[in-house]
């Protein structure tokens, strides 16, 4: 569902609240109106609502049809729009419109179907909404984060396990469940170019990611630290949109510059300076504040 929808929908929702509400208003009025009819003693002329007083009427209230219902409608705000926009629920995009002419009793049997109608919608969303707080719930969103120098060849192979593992276990213990996975993968700077290197796949099915990395090889690797802060920068293009959110990193080596490691200029060519990219401890802070703003967990 798009922004657009879902404003829509919301602008949608608190206009049949407010038109619910005048209608109850009109159906009180008219009733106390009944109530009320002008008396005038000795006429007879009953055909303009006026009785004799001897026989002053007696108020009876309209009646209207009502539809059974299992639950009553919950107001309480939807979710966020963000949430909901990659379910795509089948809502009505439309709802006709009703009032009825002042002073007027004619229209009311339409007047009645309309309400039911309307009550009918509200009750539809009202399920639709609490459908949505449950997918969105046991929604997670997983991404690997995987050092692809040589030295990481067998970790290649356990992070695919894992992705199958996972899938299995979410349908065993929560099958409501929505999961979805993405990769990065990332090297060093080249030794010549000074290019980065990276794998990224946005958030998909578990099958959908396997299939991408199924021809992934693990080789290279000059120094020891690597390109790990251009790694989790990734993290930031990726769509995150579960409300559990976690990152799974899986390396050997830390980030260049002297702030993450103690392995000396002799393990890290940028020891004490700004990778090519222009990343340093800044970036690091920066990473950190963008991970717990947008609550994702790393393990």
């Not at 926009?85 to 009703?98: E, K, R, T």
């Not at 693990?218 to 802060?229: A, I, S």
């Not at 899986?250 to 392995?263: G, M, S």
Request: hydrophobic share 35%.
């Amino acid at each position: 569902m798009s922004d657009n929808d879902m404003d829509n929908l919301m602008k949608m929702l608190q206009g049949l609240e407010k038109q619910w509400g005048s209608m109850q208003d009109i159906l009180a009025n008219d009733g106390n109106n009944a109530a009320s009819a002008t008396r005038v003693p000795g006429s007879t002329i009953q055909q303009q609502g006026i009785v004799p007083q001897s026989a002053p009427p007696q108020s009876v209230p309209p009646q209207y049809n009502t539809v059974p219902s299992s639950s009553s409608f919950d107001a309480s705000p939807l979710p966020d729009k963000s949430q909901l926009d990659v379910y795509n629920p089948s809502i009505p995009s439309a709802l006709p419109s009703y009032s009825a002419p002042s002073g007027s009793r004619q229209a009311e049997p339409e007047g009645n179907a309309l309400l039911i109608k309307r009550m009918q919608a509200l009750a539809q969303m009202n399920n639709v909404k609490t459908e949505e707080i449950k997918k969105f719930r046991t929604a997670i969103d997983i991404a690997f984060i995987l050092d692809l120098t040589r030295s990481m060849d067998p970790w290649l192979d356990v992070t695919r396990l894992k992705i199958r593992q996972i899938t299995q276990e979410l349908a065993v213990k929560y099958p409501d469940s929505i999961a979805r996975f993405s990769f990065v993968g990332y090297k060093d700077f080249d030794k010549n170019t000074l290019q980065p290197f990276y794998v990224v796949h946005d958030f998909n099915t578990a099958q959908a990611i396997l299939d991408k990395i199924s021809n992934l090889q693990c080789d290279g690797g000059d120094d020891f630290c690597e390109d790990v802060l251009g790694a989790f920068s990734q993290l930031t293009s990726l769509s995150w949109r579960a409300k559990t959110r976690l990152v799974i990193f899986v390396a050997d080596a830390p980030a260049h510059h002297e702030y993450f490691h103690d392995c000396g200029p002799q393990n890290d060519r940028f020891h004490n300076c700004p990778d090519p990219a222009g990343r340093g401890p800044n970036t690091a802070e920066e990473l950190m504040r963008f991970l717990a703003n947008s609550e994702i967990e790393v393990c």
